[in-house]
């Protein structure tokens, strides 16, 4: 940082979270500081992108009408921003539908137990003939059992977050590259965020630090319970051209085309236009900030990779990613004002969905922020303070 930054709302992280904020309170007037360390582990970068909360396998009906007005919302989202001169472009965002997979006999239990669940809250998504699945994926390998679902998408949170950040730039935000060390403070009221080197006086503060909150939090003596949830995920590439359904003789579907493939009991693939094909997510609780690619989680990961669909044998290796999901630790987020504080907001704790969730979260809390009429978010922080 250089010189001081004055600001209405200083907003610590600008992972999709916190970028996401920026944005909105930009485009409701507000003068905005974007505080972003850009720490390593940043789990936007690394997340799949699967948006479909139609296929969400917890019996939480609340959580399903958020991750449905989440999924409408972040369509709009893109749509604002290519109104916004800062098009995210079709690769980022696809409605690309999911198939929900039993790979084996043993699975049925599994398999019924989520057919009837999302039969009975939506409409559209319909059982099919395992060999219907496979056409519509041709690396996948035997099926037991294969649910549709056309309304899921793929995301891309890197592209989207660079997006919402050139927005929220061209709008006058100030990106502030740094990491923020603590605040400054009247009684209940933050008055600044100190930084490495300089402050931003502010006049509210939004933490939306990820996996990286609860240490935001402790400068105000308040424990927040978000913790990182390590996730590893490979990236394979197919080369061109891509293969033929070998039973029906005719060329395969281009893999822009195919649907995210989200197995009852093993890793997902998502896929992404030209071959590749991402695999995921490991899900390492105990690693707190561990960042490192591990030989471990490569096996996994690759191993599970070729088990679902042999047909991803011969793809090149192309990367491994590495995100610490910010979970609390009810897995519900954390949106709102922070007890104790006049001028204190958060919005973090998306956990496995925030690349769906966080913008949407992000858009209750501006609009709490800047005293908007919003819908009331059901996932206040006051919800574990101590009475
Ligand atoms: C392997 C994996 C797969 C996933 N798949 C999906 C999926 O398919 N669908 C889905 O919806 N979600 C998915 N997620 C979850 C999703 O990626 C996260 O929930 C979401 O990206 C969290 O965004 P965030 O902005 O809160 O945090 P982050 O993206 O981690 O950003 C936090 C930012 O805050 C900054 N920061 C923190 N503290 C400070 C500070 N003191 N000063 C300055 N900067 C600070 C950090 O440097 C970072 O840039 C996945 C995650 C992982 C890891």
């Known amino acids: 940082m250089t010189g001081g930054v004055s600001a209405d709302v200083a907003v610590v992280g600008g992972g999709l979270v916190g970028t996401s904020v920026a944005y909105e309170l930009t485009c409701a007037g507000a003068s905005v500081a974007l505080i972003d360390a850009s720490h390593p582990g940043r789990a936007s970068d690394a997340g799949a992108g699967i948006v479909s909360p139609e296929t969400f ?23 604002r921003l290519a109104e916004d001169g800062a098009d995210p472009g079709p690769e980022a965002f696809a409605q690309c539908g999911s198939l929900v997979v039993a790979l084996a006999e043993h699975e049925d239990p599994w398999f019924s137990e989520v057919l009837e669940l999302v039969h009975a809250r939506t409409s559209g998504i319909v059982e099919i003939p395992v060999g219907e699945a496979r056409a519509m994926f041709p690396p ?6 294969a649910l549709h679902s056309p309304t899921a998408a793929r995301v891309d949170g890197r592209t989207l977050c660079a997006s919402l950040r050139s927005a929220a730039l061209q709008r006058g935000a100030t990106l502030v590259s740094t990491e923020a060390v603590g605040v400054d403070r009247r009684a209940d009221t933050v008055t600044a965020v100190r930084g490495v080197s300089d402050v931003v006086s502010c006049g509210a503060v939004v933490l939306a630090g990820g996996a990286w909150s609860a240490g935001a939090a402790r400068w105000l003596d308040v424990e927040l319970p978000v913790t990182p949830t390590k996730g590893q995920i490979v990236h394979v590439v197919l080369p061109g051209p891509e293969p033929a359904d070998p039973g029906a003789g005719a060329p395969g579907p281009r893999s822009d085309d195919w649907p995210i493939v989200q197995p009852i009991l093993n890793f997902y693939l998502v896929p992404w236009p030209g071959g590749r094909v991402v695999c995921g997510g490991t899900f390492e609780v105990e690693a707190g900030f561990d960042t490192r690619p591990t030989a471990g989680g490569l096996r996994d990961l690759l191993r599970e990779c070729v088990a679902i669909a042999p047909g991803l044998a011969g793809a090149t290796f192309s990367e491994v990613r590495v995100g610490l999901r910010p979970t609390s630790s009810d897995d519900r987020p954390l949106l709102g004002p922070l007890p104790g504080f006049t001028n204190v907001h958060v919005c973090t704790g998306h956990g496995a ?6 913008p949407y979260s992000a858009a209750l809390v501006a609009a709490g922020l800047a005293g908007t009429p919003a819908t009331a978010t059901p996932y206040g922080p006051a919800r574990f303070s101590t009475p």
Not at 140 to 145: A, N
């Open 57 to 79: 396998q917890e019996r939480d009906t609340q959580w399903f009408e958020f991750g449905l007005s989440a999924a409408a919302h972040l369509r709009s989202l893109v749509a």
């Open 140 to 145: 996948l390998g035997p099926l037991w059992r």
């Open 353 to 358: 969905n925030g690349l769906l969730l966080g």
